[in-house]
């Protein structure tokens, strides 16, 4: 079945301790992205991939990063997380720019 | 910043009647899209547009672009109380990579 997973789904941890939201696609696509999600401001996006190894800014950038070793696997990064970095994030992955196929989320607690 | 802006925030209809939303963004564009998320799980990739079409249909679901006001819409017909969600428009820009979404209309459908 085609799909992007993410994990976890749920998380809720401390300010300052580090933590990596996996997402993994099976649709060989080339352009993978995360956003975030927040009451009243939408989608906004934080890192995207065109391909292996290239990686660029979105939206929302600071206090995340990225890596794209490998085409399937495109990893969500938080450093040193903040209670500003509270929501709800979201892997997509697409052969383009065209239909992008969403995770099924993750909803991310900082306290 | 969030380069697409749907209009309204919310709508509320009956079952049957046809539903409008709306959607403005700021700069060119390569296409646009049209997504809806159920209650905070994933977005679903529902119809594409690109810039050099005027209008689009997929079952009960018609689409226009008017690149000159840099508007679209999403007519949804015959809607069900099914159709109840967010729908969101985002844009592929046409002088990078990034994909922005707007922050969505809530559409309820009453039975």
């Known amino acids: 079945e085609a799909q992007v997973t993410q994990n976890p789904r749920y998380l809720i941890t401390v300010t300052g301790k580090k933590l990596t939201v996996t997402c993994s696609q099976n649709m060989n696509h080339e352009y993978m992205s995360w956003y975030r999600q927040d009451p009243g401001l939408g989608l906004r996006q934080i890192y995207y991939s065109m391909n292996v190894e290239v990686t660029d800014k979105g939206d929302v950038p600071e206090g995340y990063k990225v890596s794209r070793k490998e085409k399937r696997n495109f990893p969500l990064i938080l450093e040193s997380p903040s209670p500003n970095q509270t929501s709800l994030y979201f892997c997509?992955?697409?052969?383009?720019?065209?239909?992008?196929?969403f995770g099924p989320g993750t909803r991310l607690t900082v306290l | 910043s969030q380069q697409g802006e749907e209009d309204p925030q919310a709508l509320s209809i009956q079952e049957g009647e046809n539903a409008t939303m709306n959607c403005s963004y700021k700069t060119s564009i390569n296409n646009l899209q049209w997504y809806r998320q159920n209650s905070g799980r994933g977005l679903v990739h529902l119809i594409l547009?690109?810039?050099?079409?005027r209008e689009k249909h997929s079952g009960r679901l018609r689409v226009t672009l008017d690149t000159s006001k840099k508007s679209s819409s999403l007519l949804i017909t015959a809607s069900r109380a099914a159709d109840t969600a967010s729908y969101f428009c985002a844009t592929a820009l046409y002088n990078n990579n990034d994909m922005r979404f707007g922050a969505g209309t809530r559409l309820t459908v009453k039975p």
């Open positions: 997509a992955s697409s052969p383009g720019r065209d239909e992008q196929f």
């Open positions: 547009i690109r810039s050099n079409e």
